[in-house]
């Protein structure tokens, strides 16, 4: 369920298996099935959200997110949504932590890809697994409201994907993912890159067990982005600047969107790249091999820890067995 808008996940579908899944409705009941199907029409619903943001306007406006819970639901007190929220969130994190420690124990660098609608996020994923290619195994898991699309162009560029159907939710729970692991298996010591909907609101309350959020923001889609979806700019690491080899065309100041993004997140990182000339992947591609080679890293520390008990056994063992030789060499005969 989102925190805002109240979409279920009953029309959820992936790749290969059913799913089960518990909601919650706005009246605080909650029931789980599980089911698979796909609708034929491809009906999808929008919303709006109003986020909030620490700035008087001159004149009148409409803000509904002021409250406690950030949000606004008809009928519905502060309280109860601050309530159902936490409900939502608690189960989500519960599957995240399983996520995170199978992708730890397995040595797997997770990236959780976030943007609007037609930022190029499967475009700059096609192209990064291209020339990762022979270096460090890729997979992927694919979510979109509808269709197989993306699944079946990260298929065709040589990547195992599994896509996951959300119907009408508008972003990727830590339960879907955890189903979709079960099946992509990926390989030890390699990157996973779960492309979430496309949808700058919902997926930033969403952990999925990755080790960061990536934000995908294209030059076509103005400075502002970080000030009006601050809790994605928040939530996630690194920017990806997309479109760059656009700039000559558009009116879009860098530096003043780095600065509104900066603004939001201190901490963020900041590659400027195109999938299309491949400016800046060489600076994308190193940042990922950094955050791969610590997953390994961490899962070989957790190797060897995990073998220092049956070694001091081992050790303790050899010991007994030389005492034990000295006893019956000083017995008499």
């Not at 929220?85 to 932590?97: I, M, W």
């Not at 990064?128 to 065709?156: C, M, N, W, Y």
Request: glycine fraction near 8%; include cysteine.
């Amino acid at each position: 369920m989102c925190l805002t808008c109240g979409c279920g996940s009953d029309e959820v579908h992936v790749e290969g298996a059913s799913f089960a899944t518990t909601h919650t409705h706005a009246d605080g009941t909650t029931h789980s099935h599980a089911h698979v199907h796909t609708h034929a029409d491809g009906t999808t619903h929008s919303h709006a959200h109003a986020p909030d943001h620490g700035h008087e306007h001159a004149h009148e406006h409409l803000h509904f997110g002021a409250g406690a819970a950030g949000n606004s639901v008809p009928g519905m007190s502060q309280a109860r949504l601050v309530q159902i929220e936490r409900d939502v969130l608690s189960k989500n994190d519960g599957y995240a932590q399983r996520n995170r420690a199978t992708l730890a124990a397995k040595g797997i660098f997770a990236l959780n890809l976030v943007s609007s609608p037609g930022s190029g996020k499967t475009t700059l994923l096609v192209r990064t697994i291209e020339l990762l290619a022979g270096k460090r195994p890729v997979s992927v898991i694919e979510g979109d409201q509808q269709t197989s699309f993306d699944a079946e162009r990260i298929r065709a560029s040589g990547a195992p994907a599994l896509q996951i159907n959300t119907g009408k939710g508008c972003h990727l729970d830590a339960a879907m993912v955890e189903t979709a692991l079960a099946r992509l298996a990926p390989a030890d010591d390699s990157v996973l890159m779960i492309e979430n909907v496309g949808n700058l609101v919902c997926p930033a309350g969403f952990d999925l067990g990755e080790a960061h959020k990536v934000v995908v923001l294209s030059v076509t889609e103005g400075e502002d982005k970080p000030l009006k979806y601050p809790d994605m700019f928040h939530a996630a690491s690194l920017l990806l600047l997309n479109k760059i080899d656009l700039l000559p065309h558009l009116r879009f100041d860098v530096e003043r969107c780095l600065a509104n993004a900066r603004r939001v997140n201190p901490d963020i990182e900041v590659v400027q790249l195109s999938a299309t000339t491949d400016a800046g992947m060489a600076e994308w591609l190193a940042w990922i091999e950094r955050g791969a080679q610590a997953a390994r890293s961490q899962r070989e520390d957790q190797v060897t820890t995990l073998q220092q008990p049956d070694q001091e056994v081992a050790s303790l063992q050899r010991r007994v067995a030389e005492l034990e030789a000295q006893v019956a060499r000083l017995q008499p005969r």
